[in-house]
């Protein structure tokens, strides 16, 4: 079984900065893409930020910027760094990883549980 546990998140006020920080650990024999999407009340959750194990990323527009993906394979840990936080960036944080468990498995989805993140105007 595989875990992503996240940590960082937090209160903040507008213009501030966080680190989202997310590990995963279990049975992995390889991870391909890991990424950052949020959840806002009353809205679908949506794409911030994702990162391939090569280093290739990709960022919504709303977010370009002002925040930086990253990843260090040896811990198979995934970061954000969100700078200029506003207020339309709160919502809940939810980490992503597509990994194989074993040689000539299949590609799974994993999700984390959640960080909250709500930044004051």
């Known amino acids: 079984q595989v875990q992503l546990v996240e940590s960082g998140g937090g209160l903040v006020q507008a213009g501030g900065s966080l680190r989202l920080s997310c590990a995963a650990s279990?049975?992995?024999?390889?991870?391909?893409?890991m990424g950052w999407y949020r959840q806002a009340p009353g809205k679908q959750r949506e794409l911030v930020a994702i990162?391939?194990?090569?280093?290739?990323?990709n960022y919504a527009d709303t977010v370009k910027g002002r925040f930086t993906i990253s990843r260090d394979n040896a811990k198979n840990t995934v970061y954000l760094q969100m700078n200029s936080l506003k207020p339309e960036d709160t919502a809940v944080y939810y980490c992503?990883?597509?990994?194989?468990?074993?040689?000539?498995?299949?590609?799974?989805?994993?999700w984390g549980q959640g960080t909250q993140v709500t930044v004051s105007s």
């Open positions: 279990g049975s992995i024999f390889s991870i391909n893409t």
């Open positions: 992503n990883a597509d990994l194989w468990e074993a040689l000539g498995h299949p590609k799974i989805g994993y």
């Open positions: 990162i391939t194990n090569g280093g290739s990323t």
